[in-house]
């Protein structure tokens, strides 16, 4: 098997025939495409996390639906590696383009069927299975569209932008976040609660067929990106880019996927089993919980950028490593503060997270994207962010839930979460040659 991992050079890594007017719209349609995948992503975070357990699993005991529904939230990220290895072979293959216009088809499809699907009193055993079967497509869908995104963005982007054009996509995270909760605090606020438990909840669903079709005409307007067109007129295309990625380049492989753990972690926590968390241990309001995540997500949108400017500016390495410690000493304080149960302690708490995870999500992107070459970068950043955001994101709420169940504290929790922020810290001391490659133009023009 052979692959053309070293045949581009550096130069052949750089946008030079792209417009500025088009570049603005690359930015946009990555955030915009970005907040409806994630929206989309996030209404099933919430809806598991506050009414799946009676919908679908009614005949346990409330710690056990709990842990179902949640599960079913983590079923999700089991078929995000096969989406990323599908995604990202033929985003290497015909184009970042195309992956970026599918994996929205098929997150759009999967949540308006959730917001369709009748629930165990209707239907049954099978309303859970056909749940987790939609799930799955979700995740499916998600596990490509990271790095379409991501790619996009970083390879339309000046050499000295590189960190700020891949904060996008992240942005995209919290601002679906953002519309996720705001969906579903505005539909709970006009009905009753039983109203909402009933069938309240499917609104935000199928509300994302307007914000798909808003997507999809962003999507279809925009250029192919530029590095890859170079690599296609040059015939330099991989042929089969995720062997040869994973034979080629195991150690960038463990290391970006040790990277990605630690804020996948972190932003799970927050937004998944923090509101489960609140209201089931803490016995807070179901509004209140979801005004917290409203809170860190909106800090989390409005400083990522800014940390994206500092990773351009100082190096993407050092911004990380800012971030991830402070994510590591962070982690009890933020227990102590969320169980005093003040509301001036949870915001204080909700605030600080929200500005260590997008410290390390603002250097993130570009972070990962040069770890590898040209000709297999979609199909090594996807395995990254896949089987990272999986044994860091997708498995922290239900390892959170039962860490209190058997301890009944939170300190086991947070001890928990350091521990993953750990390891991305270890993760991101690896240095690639194509690391280096990838920005040592930003470094000369500054000079």
Same mark, same amino acid.
């Given at each position: 098997?052979?692959?053309?991992? %070293?045949?581009?050079?550096?130069?052949?890594?750089?946008?030079?025939?792209?417009?500025?007017?088009?570049?603005?719209?690359?930015?946009?349609?990555?955030?915009?495409?970005?907040?409806?995948?994630?929206?989309?992503?996030?209404?099933?975070?919430?809806?598991?996390?506050?009414?799946?357990?009676?919908?679908?699993?009614?005949?346990?005991?409330?710690?056990?639906?709990?842990?179902?529904?949640?599960?079913?939230?983590?079923?999700?990220?089991?078929?995000?590696?096969?989406?990323?290895?599908?995604?990202?072979?033929?985003?290497?293959?015909?184009?970042?383009?195309?992956?970026?216009?599918?994996?929205?088809?098929?997150?759009?499809?999967?949540?308006?069927?959730?917001?369709?699907?009748?629930?165990?009193?209707?239907?049954?055993?099978?309303?859970?299975?056909?749940?987790?079967?939609?799930?799955?497509?979700?995740?499916?869908?998600?596990?490509?569209?990271?790095?379409?995104?991501?790619?996009?963005?970083?390879?339309?982007?000046?050499?000295?932008?590189?960190?700020?054009?891949?904060?996008?996509?992240?942005?995209?995270?919290?601002?679906?976040?953002?519309?996720?909760?705001?969906?579903?605090?505005?539909?709970?606020?006009?009905?009753?609660?039983?109203?909402?438990?009933?069938?309240?909840?499917?609104?935000?669903?199928?509300?994302?067929?307007?914000?798909?079709?808003?997507?999809?005409?962003?999507?279809?307007?925009?250029?192919?990106?530029?590095?890859?067109?170079?690599?296609?007129?040059?015939?330099?295309?991989?042929?089969?880019?995720?062997?040869?990625?994973?034979?080629?380049?195991?150690?960038?492989?463990?290391?970006?996927?040790?990277?990605?753990?630690?804020?996948? %972690?972190?932003?799970?926590?927050?937004?998944?089993?923090?509101?489960?968390?609140?209201?089931?241990?803490?016995?807070?309001?179901?509004?209140?919980?979801?005004?917290?995540?409203?809170?860190?997500?909106?800090?989390?949108?409005?400083?990522?950028?800014?940390?994206?400017?500092?990773?351009?500016?100082?190096?993407?390495?050092?911004?990380?490593?800012?971030?991830?410690?402070?994510?590591?000493?962070?982690?009890?304080?933020?227990?102590?503060?969320?169980?005093?149960?003040?509301?001036?302690?949870?915001?204080?708490?909700?605030?600080?997270?929200?500005?260590?995870?997008?410290?390390?999500?603002?250097?993130?992107?570009?972070?990962?994207?040069?770890?590898?070459?040209?000709?297999?970068?979609?199909?090594?950043?996807?395995?990254?962010?896949?089987?990272?955001?999986?044994?860091?994101?997708?498995?922290?709420?239900?390892?959170?839930?039962?860490?209190?169940?058997?301890?009944?504290?939170?300190?086991?929790?947070?001890?928990?979460?350091?521990?993953?922020?750990?390891?991305?810290?270890?993760?991101?001391?690896?240095?690639?040659?194509?690391?280096?490659?990838?920005?040592?133009?930003?470094?000369?023009?500054?000079?």
């Amino acid at each position: 098997m052979t692959s053309t991992a %070293t045949a581009l050079p550096m130069d052949a890594d750089k946008p030079q025939t792209v417009s500025t007017s088009e570049r603005r719209r690359i930015l946009a349609a990555c955030l915009v495409g970005a907040t409806i995948e994630w929206y989309d992503f996030f209404i099933y975070g919430a809806a598991a996390a506050l009414v799946f357990a009676p919908q679908f699993f009614p005949n346990v005991s409330p710690l056990a639906g709990t842990l179902a529904a949640l599960a079913t939230f983590s079923v999700g990220f089991i078929a995000r590696p096969l989406g990323g290895a599908v995604m990202g072979h033929f985003g290497d293959r015909i184009g970042r383009k195309p992956m970026l216009v599918l994996t929205l088809a098929i997150m759009g499809v999967s949540t308006l069927m959730i917001g369709l699907l009748p629930n165990y009193e209707s239907i049954g055993i099978a309303a859970p299975i056909l749940l987790v079967l939609l799930r799955l497509l979700q995740g499916f869908g998600v596990g490509g569209e990271w790095g379409a995104a991501v790619l996009m963005a970083v390879e339309h982007a000046p050499p000295r932008k590189r960190a700020v054009y891949g904060a996008f996509p992240q942005m995209g995270i919290p601002a679906g976040i953002i519309l996720s909760v705001l969906a579903f605090i505005a539909v709970g606020s006009w009905m009753s609660s039983e109203a909402f438990q009933s069938w309240g909840w499917r609104i935000p669903f199928l509300l994302s067929a307007v914000l798909i079709v808003v997507g999809f005409v962003v999507r279809m307007t925009i250029s192919e990106s530029p590095v890859f067109a170079k690599m296609e007129q040059k015939r330099e295309i991989a042929r089969s880019p995720l062997i040869a990625v994973i034979m080629e380049h195991p150690l960038a492989l463990i290391a970006g996927t040790a990277t990605i753990i630690g804020s996948t %972690t972190l932003g799970y926590l927050v937004l998944v089993y923090m509101p489960s968390y609140g209201t089931s241990v803490l016995k807070l309001p179901r509004n209140l919980m979801l005004d917290f995540t409203l809170l860190a997500a909106t800090i989390w949108f409005l400083t990522t950028l800014i940390f994206a400017y500092f990773s351009d500016r100082f190096t993407v390495r050092k911004v990380y490593l800012l971030a991830a410690t402070a994510g590591i000493l962070w982690a009890i304080p933020f227990f102590w503060l969320v169980d005093s149960k003040t509301i001036p302690a949870m915001i204080l708490a909700y605030s600080v997270t929200a500005v260590i995870i997008a410290g390390m999500l603002g250097a993130q992107s570009a972070l990962i994207a040069a770890l590898f070459p040209p000709s297999m970068r979609f199909s090594g950043i996807s395995i990254v962010a896949n089987v990272g955001a999986i044994l860091g994101g997708g498995i922290a709420p239900v390892i959170a839930t039962s860490l209190y169940a058997y301890y009944g504290s939170s300190t086991a929790i947070a001890l928990y979460v350091g521990a993953m922020v750990v390891i991305s810290f270890l993760g991101t001391l690896y240095r690639s040659p194509y690391n280096e490659e990838f920005f040592s133009s930003s470094a000369q023009d500054r000079h």
